[in-house]
């Protein structure tokens, strides 16, 4: 078990910021901000980000601003930015009134940047893409200065306000930082800060045909918010240089960027570009597809804000790369709906079960408990009758050795109920079985006096009569391979989607409590796992995903895959 989060050392961020705090660097300030770029849906490793940046301003009582990166409109939109809020707000964070989006800054953005150019910091360039790359040299040899490079001031001044009313076609010339063609850092080889597009924009429409560059925004919306700890991921770490370079060359309050490494999982694609193929391509229904890594997704698949909370908490913050197995994320689930989510009986793959000996009118209330792990959540009843439908798969006519289901002539227990012994077993002219005709030990169950006796085998059920008819849908790893992006060459990683990452089980029987079950509504099925009521569920077509079963079947798997090769080594 993990500490709680407060006895718990600092992560090396805290450290930092803490440190900061001792010497007074920004006068006791602590300010963060999370800055997704609206142009997909949240996911897990966003959680990582915003479990970040708001929990160390929660830590150290300071606050922590939502602002959208909204400089590139091909491919942001407004159902992004809702999506965003709701997911945030999902895993219990507030931004309060501080809710910023960059292009609320593009007119300041302009002005620093003919400030730049004033200062002969930035010019206007001609070349084309490709010869711009082709002029940027590589990490061995420095690149070529642009001819356009030593244009007199006047001349950039008048060129980039004629960019800016729309007189140059897309594409046709861009605004550059004077900096260093020579760096080691190929990003401070005069990197674009503007860059002509005529697209609306999802906020300010057509009012802008010149957009800022990610770098030549970032740091200067941090200055412009006061943030004290601008935090991001590992691969912005050669861009601090360009960061502290923009800050310094405008003279503007400087904010600390620090970086961390980013969220991997196992068998589990988080990049927002093949997040939204994926969604596309129909690989998925959707964003929210219950295989989807992101938050909608995960929510709907039955996964708690807390665990995802407590999955960030526990994998921790490094500085070093690393990839987390995935099963790290389900057991965090498993953990907090073992503590809340109520018991129930379903039965996923019915067989019809006739307690040959009940009479045929009778129906018996049963007592069962709604949640071993907290006895406040009371019991419920559950109806017995002499028709039962209990798991395919929980009777086996020529089982294994260690079979302590039900098998001919075997007794196992009904949960909450009776022992029952299997008589005979009833076949159509195919040999498929249709009916396990079973007897009772009427002394057997809760409050008779043989209510002690054991049987190796207890088995989940439902009162044929009684049961509620489901759709439930199973998943699995929506990739095969363990890391879906390491794929050779010619081999894309879509050819490494599970084929069979859903399974749609349509004739499920479920205990009548679940009536007036509701979408979001989780339980735990006995036996089986946990599993959430789906919003697409109907009063009269329940539908419920399973969110994970109860036992990590894929480490067992593995576990017996690993000792099966160990012992075909010969020797
Ligand atoms: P992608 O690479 O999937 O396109 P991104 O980093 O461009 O993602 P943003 O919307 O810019 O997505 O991300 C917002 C914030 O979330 C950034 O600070 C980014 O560093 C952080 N973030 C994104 N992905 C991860 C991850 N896998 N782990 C931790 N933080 C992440
Ligand atoms: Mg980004």
Same mark, same amino acid.
């Given at each position: 078990?993990?500490?709680?989060?407060?006895?718990?050392?600092?992560?090396?961020?805290? #450290?930092?910021? +803490?440190?900061?705090?001792?010497?007074?660097?920004?006068?006791?300030?602590?300010?963060?901000?999370?800055?997704?770029?609206?142009?997909?849906?949240?996911?897990i490793g966003h959680a990582k980000s915003i479990c970040l940046?708001?929990?160390?301003?929660?830590?150290?009582?300071?606050?922590?601003?939502?602002?959208?990166?909204?400089?590139?409109? /091909?491919?942001?939109?407004?159902?992004?930015?809702?999506?965003?809020?709701? =997911?945030?707000?999902?895993? %219990?964070?507030?931004? #309060?009134?501080?809710?910023?989006?960059?292009?609320?800054?593009? $007119?300041?953005?302009?002005?620093?940047?003919?400030?730049?150019?004033?200062? =002969?910091?930035?010019?206007?360039?001609?070349?084309?893409?490709?010869?711009?790359?082709?002029?940027?040299?590589?990490?061995?040899?420095?690149?070529?200065?642009?001819?356009?490079? !030593?244009?007199? &001031?006047?001349?950039?001044?008048?060129?980039?306000?004629?960019?800016?009313?729309?007189?140059?076609? &897309?594409?046709?010339?861009?605004?550059?930082?004077?900096?260093?063609?020579?760096?080691?850092?190929?990003?401070?080889?005069?990197?674009?800060?503007?860059?002509?597009?005529?697209?609306?924009?999802?906020?300010?429409?057509?009012?802008?045909?010149?957009?800022?560059?990610?770098?030549?925004?970032?740091?200067?919306? =941090?200055?412009?918010?006061?943030?004290?700890?601008?935090?991001?991921t590992?691969?912005?770490?050669?861009?601090?240089?360009?960061?502290?370079?923009?800050?310094?060359?405008? #003279?503007?309050?400087?904010?600390? +960027?620090?970086?961390f490494a980013r969220l991997?999982?196992?068998?589990?694609?988080?990049?927002?570009?093949?997040?939204?193929?994926?969604?596309? +391509?129909?690989?998925?229904?959707?964003?929210? !597809?219950?295989?989807?890594?992101?938050?909608?997704?995960?929510?709907?698949?039955?996964?708690?804000?807390?665990?995802i909370?407590?999955f960030c908490?526990?994998i921790?913050i /490094?500085?070093?790369?690393?990839?987390i197995?995935?099963?790290?994320?389900? @057991?965090?689930?498993?953990?907090?709906?073992?503590?809340?989510?109520?018991?129930?009986? /379903?039965?996923?793959?019915?067989?019809?079960?006739?307690?040959?000996?009940?009479?045929?009118?009778?129906?018996?209330?049963?007592?069962?408990?709604? @949640?071993?792990?907290?006895?406040?959540? %009371?019991?419920?009843?559950?109806?017995?009758?002499? $028709?039962?439908?209990?798991?395919?798969?929980?009777?086996?006519?020529?089982?294994?050795?260690?079979?302590?289901?039900?098998?001919?002539?075997?007794?196992?227990?009904?949960?909450? /109920?009776?022992?029952?012994?299997?008589?005979?077993?009833?076949?159509? =002219?195919?040999?498929?079985?249709?009916?396990?005709?079973?007897?009772? !030990?009427?002394?057997?169950?809760?409050?008779?006096?043989?209510?002690?006796?054991?049987?190796?085998?207890?088995?989940?059920?439902?009162?044929?009569?009684?049961?509620?008819?489901?759709?439930?849908?199973?998943?699995?790893?929506?990739?095969?391979?363990?890391?879906?992006?390491?794929?050779?060459?010619? $081999? @894309?990683?879509?050819?490494?989607?599970?084929?069979?990452?859903?399974?749609?089980?349509?004739?499920?029987?479920? $205990?009548?409590?679940?009536?007036?079950?509701?979408?979001?509504?989780?339980? #735990?099925?006995?036996?089986?796992?946990?599993?959430?009521?789906?919003?697409?569920?109907?009063?009269?077509?329940?539908?419920? @995903?399973?969110?994970?079963?109860?036992? !990590?079947?894929?480490?067992?798997?593995?576990?017996?895959?690993?000792?099966?090769?160990?012992?075909?080594?010969?020797?």
């Amino acid at each position: 078990m993990n500490a709680p989060e407060s006895e718990r050392s600092l992560n090396f961020v805290e #450290q930092i910021v +803490q440190g900061d705090q001792e010497t007074n660097k920004w006068e006791g300030r602590v300010h963060t901000r999370f800055p997704p770029e609206p142009n997909g849906y949240l996911h897990i490793g966003h959680a990582k980000s915003i479990c970040l940046n708001f929990g160390v301003a929660e830590k150290f009582g300071g606050s922590c601003n939502l602002r959208f990166d909204d400089t590139n409109p /091909a491919k942001e939109e407004v159902e992004y930015v809702e999506s965003i809020k709701e =997911d945030i707000r999902w895993l %219990g964070f507030d931004w #309060q009134d501080r809710e910023y989006f960059a292009s609320d800054y593009f $007119e300041q953005l302009y002005q620093w940047a003919c400030q730049l150019i004033a200062a =002969d910091l930035a010019y206007v360039c001609e070349l084309t893409p490709d010869e711009m790359r082709a002029h940027r040299g590589t990490l061995t040899e420095p690149g070529i200065a642009s001819p356009y490079r !030593d244009r007199p &001031t006047a001349e950039n001044q008048d060129l980039f306000a004629r960019m800016r009313t729309g007189e140059f076609p &897309t594409g046709s010339r861009t605004l550059r930082a004077k900096i260093d063609m020579a760096s080691p850092n190929l990003n401070l080889r005069d990197p674009v800060m503007y860059r002509i597009l005529h697209t609306e924009h999802h906020r300010t429409g057509t009012q802008w045909c010149i957009y800022p560059t990610y770098d030549f925004t970032h740091g200067q919306s =941090d200055s412009i918010e006061k943030i004290t700890h601008s935090i991001c991921t590992l691969e912005f770490e050669n861009h601090r240089p360009l960061y502290d370079w923009y800050c310094q060359s405008l #003279q503007i309050y400087h904010p600390q +960027q620090i970086e961390f490494a980013r969220l991997n999982l196992t068998y589990t694609v988080l990049s927002k570009r093949r997040l939204l193929e994926l969604v596309a +391509q129909n690989h998925v229904s959707g964003w929210d !597809d219950p295989r989807m890594p992101t938050l909608s997704g995960l929510r709907r698949r039955g996964f708690t804000a807390n665990s995802i909370r407590q999955f960030c908490d526990t994998i921790g913050i /490094a500085k070093a790369t690393s990839t987390i197995d995935v099963g790290v994320l389900e @057991n965090c689930v498993r953990e907090d709906l073992n503590k809340t989510a109520s018991r129930v009986m /379903a039965v996923q793959r019915p067989v019809k079960l006739v307690l040959i000996d009940y009479p045929e009118d009778q129906v018996e209330m049963l007592q069962a408990v709604n @949640n071993p792990e907290n006895p406040e959540a %009371g019991s419920r009843e559950v109806p017995l009758s002499r $028709e039962l439908y209990i798991e395919r798969d929980d009777f086996h006519e020529n089982p294994p050795g260690k079979f302590f289901r039900l098998k001919p002539g075997g007794e196992v227990r009904l949960r909450y /109920a009776y022992i029952i012994r299997c008589e005979e077993v009833i076949k159509d =002219d195919e040999g498929n079985i249709l009916e396990l005709h079973c007897t009772h !030990d009427a002394d057997s169950r809760s409050g008779m006096p043989g209510a002690g006796r054991r049987v190796k085998g207890t088995l989940h059920w439902v009162s044929a009569n009684h049961c509620l008819q489901a759709e439930v849908r199973l998943y699995d790893r929506l990739f095969l391979k363990e890391d879906p992006s390491d794929v050779a060459d010619g $081999e @894309n990683y879509l050819d490494h989607l599970n084929p069979e990452s859903l399974q749609t089980l349509s004739d499920c029987r479920i $205990e009548p409590s679940l009536t007036q079950a509701q979408p979001g509504d989780r339980f #735990q099925f006995e036996r089986l796992g946990y599993y959430c009521v789906d919003r697409e569920s109907q009063p009269d077509h329940l539908v419920l @995903n399973r969110t994970v079963s109860l036992r !990590d079947s894929w480490a067992k798997l593995q576990k017996s895959q690993r000792q099966g090769k160990k012992k075909a080594k010969p020797g």
